[in-house]
C-alpha cells in the first residue's frame, strides 16, 4: 500500500472510531437499540468486598471486573433485601418484598409466592417479542402447597413468564436436590419417585445427624437432614436417585445451559435471567477450581462463578452478540462466612473483607446486607464509569420496561434506565431496605435504622444485625462503615428522616417481631 493512501485509511478510521464514541457516549434511551439482548446475571450472596474491581485484593475476579471496569460499576447499587427470596421476589415483580409477607426464606417445597396474574419483568419483555429463559436458582416457590415432584409441577417459572426454565427449586443446601427443566425433575425415574418433607424424616433414610459416616462435609443440626452426594441439608427427601444433581458439576451443568440457550435465541432478542449458585453453602468448587483462591471452598467458588461469567462473555463474543446485549450484574444479598457448615470460610479469610468497607453481611440491615456488587455492561454502548447514584434491583422492571418501549407499570420499580445507561447519576431519592422482615429508610447519604429486638450481633454467623433498641442514623457520606450514631447529635435529621420513612412504609414496622435467623 503506497503510503499515502495508507495515511488516508489511518485518518478515516480514527474519525470513524472517534465518531462512535461520541456516539456510544451520547447515548440516550431514545437512541440506543430497543431491543438488545439482557442477561442478568445474579451471584448468590456475593458481598460488596467479593469481587476485585470492588476492592477485593486477595483474589482476582478478572471476568467480573471486565464487566465492571468496562461498563457502568454502581457504588450505591443495592438488593432489596439482605436474604434470597424476598430480593428475587423484587427483581421479577417490581414490588417492595415487605409489601408481600410470603416474601420470606422460602423452604423447598413452598408454594410460587408469585400471583400468575401479576406483571412480572420478564412477561413484560415478552410482550414485546421477547425470549425469556431462567437458569440457576429459583428460590420463588413452586406449585400451590402440595407439589407433586413426579408430574408437572406448576405453577413456577413458566407461569410467570419465563418460557424457558431449568432451575434448582430452593438453595444448594435444600432439597429437593434435582434439576427442574420446565416444570419436570430432569432425569426422574417413574420407578423411584420423590417425596420430600420439611417436617420429619422418610423412614429408613439416612442423615447427616444419624449418618456422620456418610458425610464429606459438615453441617450445623439444620443442614443435618437428607445427605445427597455426601452433603447434608436441609429438608427430607426420598428417592429420585438418578435425578439427584453433583454438586461440584452444578456450575457447569448450568453454564452449559446458559450458553445453549444463548445460541439458540441468538436470532431474537432474548432475556436470559442466570441465577449462579455460587457463594452460596454448601460451598462445592468443581477440582479445577479447588485451592485456586487460598481461601478454602468460599473464595474457590467465587473464581469457579467468576470464570463461569468468562465463558459466557466467550459465547456472546463468538456469537457476535456483545455487542447487542446489555448485561447486569449483581447480588442477592450480601455476604456471610458461616452459614451453616464446617467448610473453614472464617479460618481460611486471611486478610480478606467479603463486605468491603461496609458494616453487616447476610441477613442484616446494616449496609453490607444490602448493598452489593451492581454492575451495567453493554460494549459500545454504555461508556465505562464509576456511577455513585442510588439504585436498587427492583428499579430494573420498569427501567428495562422503559428500554423495550414498553408500558411502564405502577409498582415501587423506578425507571432509571439512564441510569443504567451512564447518562445521569440521577438515581433514586430513597429506599426501603429489607433484612429477616425489619426494614430500615435510606434518603440521599443518610440511612435510619428503627428500633428492633433481638441481639445485635448473631453470634454463630458473627454477623451485625443491625438490632438496637435505640434509633439509629448514620452519614453514610461521611462514615460508610456506620460507626457513628446521629441519632441524638441530630434529633431534626431523625425526625425528618422518621417522617418520611413512615410515609412511604406506614407505621406498622414496628410491629416487626424479633427477627428469625433461620
Ligand atoms: C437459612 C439457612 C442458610 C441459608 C439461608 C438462605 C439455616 C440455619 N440457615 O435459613 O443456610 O440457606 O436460609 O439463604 O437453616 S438465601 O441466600 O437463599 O437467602
Ligand atoms: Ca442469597
Redesign the pocket.
Known sequence: MKKSMYLVLVIFTVFTSCKNKEKANNATTQEVNKQPNIIFIYA??LGYGDVSAYGATEFSTPNMDKLANGGVKFTNGYATSA???P?RYALLTGMYPWRNKKAK?LEGSAPLIIDTEQKTLPKILKSQGYKTGIVG?W?LGLGDGDVNWNGHISPGPNEVGFDYSYIMA??Q??VPTVYIKNGFVENLDPNDPIEVSYSKNFEGEPTGTKNPELLKMIG?P??SNSINNGVPR?GYMKGGTSAKWIDEDMADTFLVKAQNYIKEQKNNPFFLYYALQQP??PRTPHSRFVGTSGMGPRGDVIIEADWCIGELLKTLETEGLLENTLIVLSS??GP?LD???ADNAVEKLGKHKPWGELRGG?YSLLEAGTRVPFVTYWKGTIEPQVSNALVSQVDLLASLSELVDADVPNTDSQNLMDVFLGKTNNGRENLIIEATSRTAFRQGNWVLIPPYKGPAVNKIKKIETGNSKEFQLYNLKEDIGQETNLAKTNPTKLQEMINKFEAIRGTSYNDTQEPV??
Open positions: 448468590d450472596d436474604t434470597c427470596s430480593s426464606i436458582k428460590h430452593a438453595t443446601d435444600r450445623d439444620q443442614h436441609i452460596h453453602v442477592d444479598n456471610v452459614d451453616g457448615y447476610k435467623f433461620k
